[in-house]
């Protein structure tokens, strides 16, 4: 579909949002009378809303008597409610994702998704292509309650231009590249980094925006949080005060106050980070291959370095179907052709750029990467997505239950220690403290597994 058609149907897209009260009814639906109609919870997102419109179409076509009614919600706490009240309502989400605060595991443990298991022995639906360690972060006692769709870690996005004006050797794309350690990149962003009286004459060597926040404590060989919990979902125990998340902050706190080649939070505010140019390297997650689309300078994609490790977090989104699905099957069907490789998984991954979780779509993937980022061949992309899959883990934020109260916490503890002077050793004392007082306030939890 050409960008002009993009934009016109999501104009009427969200014309049509705004009569229908947040429900699309029938949008490119062959029939509006005959059939079953199923619902499908998404959230609102310019990018992929076209392609939620052009899937139902699609679906609908080889799928007549299943019509998809979309049902639309802004992400976070809004998306939380809205799948609430629709799974105790009369109308179940027939598909949906955990697109709000909370988790996969959340729709678990509160009984709104379904085992898939029976479904997918009797469809036959084949997962070759897949890495079994996505699928298995999304199962429980070997039952299966969600299918991903598509996946990615967290990367090294770095300024092309600017490496080159500084004489810098640009990064290695293999992960296991002994080379590429924090000693080197520390090097790399003080050759690069160029103090300024102001903002318009500065320019930054690296900024850290990894998320979850223990994103940092993994690449020092620790966690804030226990391993149980990401099998069990159940956050019972904390160690966010341990010498290696410690590090971790005070590791984060020095690029900014010690080496000065990271922006205060402020200044990263007022520059707009890593698309304003003035950012030579940017640690982030996978959303970085779309949101830096825009850049107007030439940019790539590293490994993270290694430090005691580089364990990257992986990010990976699934489809779950409602467990009170009045129409299981037809939900069903429609779930299969939203991760199947050849239909729903494939042009998702065209229209937002993230990596796919099959191996038979990543040379695809990493040719249409290769148009934004030329300075890498479509071998290294391969490389680059390939590694972070197999040095990664899935984040934190999808398989413990009730994450978004700790989320807000290591935000609202941490956030000021990166706007003073003071060091990680009374912030993540306070952390531990914290963390444990929402433990309570949470209150004992059933393991998953």
Same mark, same amino acid.
């Given at each position: 579909?050409?960008? #002009?058609?993009?934009?016109?149907?999501?104009?009427?897209?969200?014309?049509?949002?705004?009569?229908?009260?947040?429900?699309? %009814?029938?949008?490119?639906?062959?029939?509006?009378?005959?059939?079953?109609?199923?619902?499908?919870?998404?959230?609102?997102?310019?990018?992929?809303?076209?392609?939620?419109?052009?899937?139902?179409?699609?679906?609908?076509?080889?799928?007549?008597?299943?019509?998809?009614?979309?049902?639309?919600?802004?992400?976070?706490?809004?998306?939380? #409610?809205?799948?609430?009240?629709?799974?105790?309502?009369?109308?179940?989400?027939?598909?949906?994702?955990?697109?709000?605060?909370?988790?996969?595991?959340?729709?678990?443990?509160?009984?709104?998704?379904?085992?898939?298991?029976?479904?997918?022995?009797?469809?036959?639906?084949? +997962?070759?292509?897949?890495?079994?360690?996505?699928?298995?972060?999304?199962?429980?006692?070997?039952?299966?309650?969600?299918?991903? +769709?598509?996946?990615?870690?967290?990367?090294?996005?770095?300024?092309?231009?600017?490496?080159?004006?500084?004489?810098?050797?640009?990064?290695?794309?293999?992960?296991?590249?002994?080379?590429?350690?924090?000693?080197?990149?520390?090097?790399?962003?003080?050759?690069?980094?160029?103090?300024?009286?102001?903002?318009?004459?500065?320019?930054?060597?690296?900024?850290?925006?990894?998320?979850?926040?223990?994103?940092?404590?993994?690449?020092?060989?620790?966690?804030?949080? #226990?391993?149980?919990?990401?099998?069990?979902?159940?956050?019972?125990?904390? !160690?966010?005060?341990?010498?290696?998340?410690?590090?971790?902050?005070?590791?984060?706190?020095?690029?900014?106050?010690?080496?000065?080649?990271?922006?205060?939070?402020?200044?990263?505010?007022? $520059?707009?980070?890593?698309?304003?140019?003035?950012?030579?390297?940017?640690?982030?997650?996978?959303?970085? +291959?779309?949101?830096?689309?825009?850049?107007?300078?030439?940019?790539?994609?590293?490994?993270?370095?290694?430090?005691?490790?580089?364990?990257?977090?992986?990010?990976?989104?699934?489809?779950?179907?409602?467990?009170?699905?009045?129409?299981?099957?037809?939900?069903?069907?429609?779930?299969?052709?939203?991760?199947?490789?050849?239909?729903?998984?494939?042009?998702?991954?065209?229209?937002?750029?993230?990596?796919?979780?099959?191996?038979?779509?990543?040379?695809?993937?990493?040719?249409?990467?290769?148009?934004?980022?030329?300075? $890498?061949?479509?071998?290294?992309?391969?490389?680059?997505? !390939?590694?972070?899959?197999?040095?990664?883990?899935?984040?934190?934020?999808?398989?413990?239950?009730?994450?978004?109260?700790?989320?807000?916490?290591?935000?609202?503890? %941490?956030?000021?220690?990166?706007?003073?002077?003071?060091?990680?050793?009374?912030?993540?004392?306070? $952390?531990?403290?914290?963390?444990?007082?929402?433990?309570?306030?949470?209150?004992?939890?059933?393991?998953?597994?």
């Amino acid at each position: 579909m050409h960008k #002009q058609s993009l934009l016109l149907t999501a104009s009427l897209f969200f014309v049509l949002l705004t009569i229908t009260g947040c429900s699309v %009814l029938g949008i490119g639906a062959n029939t509006f009378t005959a059939g079953t109609t199923i619902t499908w919870l998404v959230r609102t997102d310019p990018l992929i809303n076209p392609w939620e419109l052009k899937t139902v179409n699609d679906f609908e076509a080889s799928h007549p008597n299943i019509h998809v009614k979309i049902v639309m919600s802004p992400s976070g706490a809004n998306y939380d #409610q809205k799948l609430e009240t629709m799974e105790v309502g009369w109308e179940p989400a027939d598909i949906f994702s955990h697109w709000g605060n909370n988790s996969w595991a959340d729709a678990v443990y509160r009984g709104y998704a379904a085992d898939l298991t029976p479904y997918i022995n009797a469809s036959h639906f084949s +997962f070759d292509g897949m890495d079994p360690r996505l699928l298995q972060e999304y199962s429980v006692k070997g039952h299966v309650y969600a299918i991903p +769709f598509a996946t990615g870690g967290s990367y090294l996005f770095y300024n092309v231009d600017l490496f080159q004006k500084a004489h810098v050797p640009l990064p290695p794309t293999s992960w296991d590249d002994p080379n590429w350690t924090w000693d080197t990149v520390l090097k790399d962003a003080q050759a690069l980094n160029v103090n300024g009286a102001s903002l318009n004459h500065r320019v930054y060597g690296l900024s850290d925006d990894l998320w979850p926040e223990n994103a940092n404590a993994w690449l020092f060989g620790g966690d804030i949080f #226990q391993p149980s919990t990401y099998t069990t979902g159940v956050v019972d125990s904390v !160690q966010a005060n341990s010498p290696t998340v410690e590090q971790a902050e005070q590791w984060k706190h020095d690029l900014i106050y010690k080496y000065q080649v990271a922006p205060t939070p402020t200044d990263a505010t007022l $520059l707009n980070g890593f698309l304003s140019g003035k950012v030579a390297m940017d640690m982030t997650g996978v959303w970085g +291959f779309w949101s830096y689309q825009p850049a107007t300078f030439h940019w790539a994609v590293a490994p993270l370095p290694r430090i005691q490790t580089n364990k990257d977090v992986l990010f990976t989104d699934p489809w779950m179907m409602a467990k009170d699905s009045h129409h299981p099957q037809e939900a069903w069907q429609f779930l299969q052709w939203l991760c199947d490789p050849a239909h729903g998984a494939k042009t998702y991954m065209e229209t937002s750029g993230a990596v796919p979780p099959w191996s038979q779509l990543i040379p695809e993937w990493a040719t249409n990467a290769h148009k934004n980022i030329p300075s $890498l061949s479509v071998s290294q992309l391969e490389q680059v997505a !390939q590694g972070s899959l197999s040095h990664g883990q899935e984040s934190i934020n999808h398989l413990a239950i009730s994450y978004g109260q700790y989320d807000s916490v290591i935000s609202n503890v %941490l956030s000021p220690l990166f706007s003073n002077r003071e060091s990680a050793s009374n912030a993540v004392s306070q $952390l531990q403290q914290q963390m444990e007082s929402t433990v309570k306030q949470v209150g004992p939890l059933k393991p998953l597994q």
